[in-house]
């Protein structure tokens, strides 16, 4: 495994995430709390995984910002995605812990409304985590 490996690792745990997520929302949705608890800090866990190895990947490659190779329109979709995807990422590292710390208490009706707006937010930053890699690293590498 080299350094170059880590981003398709990283693509494949947001995607792992989701479907944790998907699952644990599934289930709380047919009122089954146990296995949407366990589905869900399994989801938290990965996410986590995951951003050791986005900042290990940072560090390694010096921050390094990868180039983007498409050209017109789909320039325009990728930047637009990815900015609001770094924007509610940064939110996610709040929003996440919070909402799992009102279930750890107890405190199911906090969780509750954190959760209305937490989940569509994680959702939204794992499944463009995805298609960022996708968009850099298969559809459109960068020739340099």
Not at 60 to 85: C, D, K, P, Q, W
Not at 97 to 108: L, S
Not at 114 to 124: D, Q
């Amino acid at each position: 495994m080299s350094v170059g490996d880590i981003p398709g690792i990283n693509a494949c745990l947001n995607g792992l995430s989701t479907v944790l997520m998907t699952l644990g929302f599934i289930f709380i949705k047919r009122g089954d709390k146990e296995t949407h608890r366990k589905l869900m800090l399994s989801a938290g866990t990965v996410s986590a995984v995951f951003l050791i190895g986005y900042v290990s990947h940072k560090v390694m490659v010096r921050g390094v910002h990868t180039v983007f190779g498409g050209e017109g329109a789909i320039r325009s979709v990728y930047y637009a995605m990815l900015i609001s995807h770094i924007i509610l990422a940064i939110s996610i590292a709040y929003l996440v812990p919070r909402t799992f710390w009102f279930a750890i208490k107890g405190d199911f009706e906090r969780h509750k409304k954190w959760a209305k707006w937490t989940f569509p937010i994680w959702y939204y930053v794992s499944v463009t985590g995805v298609l960022v890699y996708l968009f850099l690293y298969q559809w459109w590498p960068s020739a340099a």
